[in-house]
């Protein structure tokens, strides 16, 4: 990696956007997983003291945001394998942090529910990315919050953006 400071890059008026140079979309991956990689460092932390890892904070984040989740649900969420959510759900089920009851309208569907212990670690984990999150937002303000929601929104890809979106509203809806 070159010895350039990121942070020095120049700040550009949304105007100055409609075309960026190459060098500036590097910037932006770059800044994307420094990013990424704060975001997760603290939750990371707190993972391996349990033995998971980034798929079981994924699996109680989303059962914490929709109770009674199926597998099925959650698997099309996530978009992994059915083997690769089955060996984390297990985890999770044996450790009494996720409890799997079967379905009241479908005896065949497992609905997925956190236990006090998966309820009391998922918001450690959550708390640590709302209070770095609630910091840069603050620190950059109200433009750049709702710029960095349009620009997030649109780097889902096209065919799931409509389904995120609109889930988001449901949960914000209850």
């Given at each position: 990696m070159q010895n350039r400071n990121i942070a020095a890059a120049p700040s550009y008026r949304g105007e100055q956007l409609l075309f960026l140079t190459d060098e500036q979309l590097r910037?932006?991956?770059?800044?994307?997983f420094f990013a990424y990689r704060g975001f997760t460092a603290d939750p990371d932390r707190i993972l391996e003291d349990y033995g998971y890892g980034r798929a079981h904070h994924r699996c109680l984040h989303f059962v914490n945001r929709h109770p009674g989740l199926?597998?099925?649900?959650l698997l099309d969420i996530l978009g992994v394998t059915k083997q690769s959510l089955n060996r984390v759900l297990r985890q999770l089920v044996n450790d009494d942090m996720i409890e799997s009851r079967v379905g009241q309208e479908d005896r065949r569907q497992r609905n997925l529910y956190l236990t006090e212990a998966g309820a009391t670690l998922e918001a450690s984990l959550s708390e640590q990315q709302r209070a770095r999150m609630r910091k840069a937002y603050m620190d950059a303000g109200p433009e750049a919050v709702?710029?960095?929601r349009t620009v997030l929104e649109k780097m889902i890809d096209p065919e799931l953006r409509h389904?995120?979106?609109?889930?988001m509203e449901r949960e914000n809806g209850r």
């Open positions: 910037q932006g991956i770059e800044l994307m199926t597998v099925n649900d709702h710029g960095f389904r995120v979106l609109s889930l």
